[in-house]
């Protein structure tokens, strides 16, 4: 089973539609305890960092994710979910994040669109099992205004988002939404549950 961490944000069920339709048994679940049962957690999330960590801490689901995660559970953190992984954020002041990932989550300043929309050719810029049968530069969906910084774990890359995609062994994630992006996105979603198993 691949738990989706239900915490209050958007766009989950069409994270839960996409893994059910390569094969995953998945569950939106706020439960903790269903954490530990599952293969696999995603980490979803469409909104503000400050709100969201919030909401995880409020069911101490970010404790337990966390917990997981250094026990070697895979997590794969997508769009804001992702940004939750690392370390800090600068969005609308200060905030602490999971700590999973190195680094820090910015403002998009290399786009004259913000909130960047749309898609986007994304450079694979290291290897990872996400990628598996993904062609590089291809196109992903992106709705940000924030980004991860340039970091030493980043797999993808594009000229809005320096770490559009990273990955630290059990810990990965992205900044596009791979439920929306098409064959590659569900491809994605493959290879992670491939990875659970």
Known sequence: ???????????????????????????????????????????????????????????????????????????LGVCLGYQLLFEESSEHGRHEGLGLLPGRVVEVTSSDRVPVIGWCRTVQTGPSPLWEGIADRSYFYYVHSFTPAESDQRIGCTDHSPAAAASAGNVMGTQFHPEKSGADGLRLYANFLAICN
């Open 1 to 75: 089973m691949i738990a989706i961490v239900d915490y209050g944000v958007g766009n989950i069920r069409s994270v839960e539609r996409a893994l059910i339709q390569v094969g995953a048994e998945a569950r939106l679940t706020a439960d903790p305890g269903e954490l530990e049962s599952a293969a696999g957690i995603v980490l979803p999330g469409v909104g503000a960092f400050a709100p969201a960590l919030a909401k995880l801490s409020e069911h101490g689901l970010g404790r337990r994710i966390v917990e997981l995660a250094r026990r070697g559970k895979p997590v």
